[in-house]
Nanobody
């Protein structure tokens, strides 16, 4: 069973930056799409960025221009570069992998806290 593990979360001041990583425990046959979600207590998990197997990207409005999703297919790692962080970006961030005809895979999440 392939596992995903996020890392790179932490506490940062408003305006700061973090880079999240999501590593797979083993090589994953392509094609597959990947994405980042986030969740705050009491709210539903929210999709914030996707990247297709071909490299096309999608962002929700609130992060577009500040966050960048990218992937290293050789290393099976997904990244999320987060710049100009705001307090409202505080959440647990999860990575997600989507394959046709197979269940989605999820990591266990990494906490991002933006506060002065």
């Amino acid at each position: 069973q392939v596992h995903l593990e996020e890392s790179g979360g932490g506490l940062v001041q408003p305006g700061g930056s973090l880079r999240l990583s999501c590593a797979a425990s083993e090589a994953i046959p392509r094609p597959y799409n990947m994405g980042w979600f986030r969740q705050v207590p009491g709210k539903e998990r929210e999709r914030i960025a996707d990247i297709t197997d071909g490299g096309d990207t999608y962002y929700i409005d609130s992060v577009r221009g500040r966050f960048t999703i990218f992937r290293d297919n050789d290393k099976n790692i997904l990244y999320l570069q987060m710049n100009n962080l705001r307090p409202e970006d505080t959440a647990v961030y999860y990575c997600n992998l989507q394959r046709v005809y197979l269940p989605d895979l999820w990591g266990r999440g990494t906490q991002v806290s933006v506060s002065s």
